[in-house]
């Protein structure tokens, strides 16, 4: 099983950037898909999460309505466009697969893990 995690980077405040993960080894659709983050010295945080089917979504209160979760059963992959990014938003982000149809906020309910990609916004 891995999930790739990839597009992550340096941004200015108040722009955007587009997260993937493309998965393989698992049958995508089976899985509620998660982003989470987390930043030096902290704990993990859940972000935002996706059912199955991709028909509903959840967000932490500090993201909505800037952070969009989508996914692409044919193509394996989830994503997270994020716009008016703060420098409160650097983390590393991490995205995860949770053999749930709803998915979860706890790290503990989701059964594997991305690598990671840095996120860092300039003030």
């Known amino acids: 099983v891995q999930l790739q995690a990839s597009g992550g980077g340096l941004v200015q405040a108040g722009g955007s950037l587009r997260l993937s993960c493309a998965a393989s080894?698992?049958?995508?659709?089976?899985?509620?898909m998660g982003w989470f983050r987390q930043a030096p010295g902290q704990e993990r945080e859940f972000v935002a999460r996706?059912?199955?089917?991709?028909?509903?979504?959840f967000y932490v209160d500090s993201v909505k309505g800037r952070f969009t979760i989508s996914r692409d059963n044919a193509k394996s992959t989830v994503y997270l466009q994020m716009n008016s990014l703060k420098p409160e938003d650097t983390a590393v982000y991490y995205c995860?697969?949770?053999?749930?149809?709803?998915?979860?906020?706890?790290?503990?309910?989701?059964?594997?893990w991305g690598q990671g990609t840095l996120v860092t916004v300039s003030s």
């Open positions: 995860a697969a949770s053999f749930t149809v709803v998915g979860s906020r706890q790290p503990s309910d989701y059964n594997f």
């Open positions: 080894g698992i049958t995508f659709s089976s899985y509620s």
């Open positions: 996706i059912t199955r089917n991709g028909g509903v979504t």
